[in-house]
């Protein structure tokens, strides 16, 4: 059976459900050097100097010698293997938490690399080089907290999110992503007043304790909110002599999805019933023609349109559809999407709100929207 490792936390080697005796402090200290470097030649010097330190012993050359012999008994069918050097751990690196939170957090999946983490990285081994490597892996884990959350505000998730970023915020005060994103949690929750106050706060302990503003991307944020909450009408004319029925198209879902074949009339009955409509959504009307389009660039054309400025635009994609969903958190707006090729151009436009009504055409049936986000269908033709 493979085994795993695990030095998320105290350092632990399972083969399946049991533990595996690795040694005491030092022993394993060795074992943590060698996953950390897994499949690759650790020299003898480097060994020593991680686990010893600058000054190690006389007897640490047969210590470590000693050590690496006790754990190839351990560790049964992995490897260490003596090279030019030094020794190399053989395994994949898969089966080594450390490694895999790495992938998880390339791939853009934040929630599974933090559901590894178990404590604090490389708990109880002692020694400079891993109190540096803790406190990097330290700020690698607050940095995928971060991204998670930024998910979650992309998802909705405002209200239940306040009281755990504020405690964050209580923690780390100068820190200005926690405090957008605090702001933009509160201002999802409807709470603008709370994210203005938020912003005044940090504001002003920028100032006195480091001589600083807040970067670009704050105070576009706590400018938006002083801005008059106006009502874009970026939407084509009500097409002439419409002889649809848009009667049909009475949603009680927030998404609708109107397909059917080229020249079906999907687009004519979206922009007809969005005109007769007009008085439902007091805060706005969005179109876009999907075609070809890369969602993200049309994200970024909405936020300018909504009032933000280029300056204040985040440049991560995941961060400028937080902002986006944030700024429609509490607007009654249409979005017409019109074209769209599939349910994956379409969701990174959805405004994660109940009080926005969002219009699909395509020539798709978009199952994905109807399964997963309630979208109700009309089919023409």
Known sequence: MTLEFRVLGALEVRRG???VEVGHARQRSVLAVLL?????????????????????????????????????????GVPIRRRSGGYVLETDPATIDLHRFHSLVALGRPA???????????????????????KTLTGEITAAELDH????LAAGEHRS??????????????????????????????????????????????????????????RDL???????QWSPRRIPLDPAGFAGAPAALVPDSPIVTITGPPGAGKTRLALHWAHEHAG??????????????????????????LGTSQDGIPPEPHAQTALYRT???????????????????????????????VVVTSRERLPGLVTAYGAQPVVLG
């Open 36 to 76: 950390v470097d897994v499949n690759q030649v650790v020299g003898v010097e480097q060994l020593l100097s991680r686990v010893w330190g600058d000054a190690p012993p006389r007897q640490a050359r047969a210590a470590l010698y000693s050590y690496l012999s006790r754990l190839r008994t351990a560790l049964g």
């Open 327 to 357: 700024l429609l958190a509490d607007r009654r707006m249409l979005i017409v999407l019109d074209n769209a090729a599939d349910t994956a151009q379409v969701v990174p436009l959805l405004p994660g709100t109940p009080l926005c009504r």
């Open 161 to 218: 999110l306040i009281a755990e970023m504020t405690a964050r915020t209580t923690e780390h005060p100068l820190d200005e992503r926690l405090a957008g994103q605090l702001m933009r949690a509160l201002i999802g929750a409807g709470r603008r007043s709370d994210a203005l106050a938020h912003y005044a706060r940090l504001r002003h302990r920028l100032a006195d304790e480091l001589g600083l503003d807040p970067g670009p991307a704050l």
């Open 17 to 19: 459900a049991d533990l």
């Open 280 to 305: 439902d959504h007091p805060d706005g009307r969005l179109f876009v023609d999907l075609t070809g389009a890369d969602p993200a660039d049309v994200v970024r054309e909405f936020l300018l349109v």
């Open 222 to 228: 706590a400018a938006s909110l002083h801005r008059p």
């Open 112 to 134: 599974e690399a933090l559901a590894l983490v178990r404590g604090e990285p490389f708990e109880g081994l002692h020694g400079e080089w891993f109190a540096n490597l803790r």
């Open 149 to 152: 959350t930024d998910s979650r």
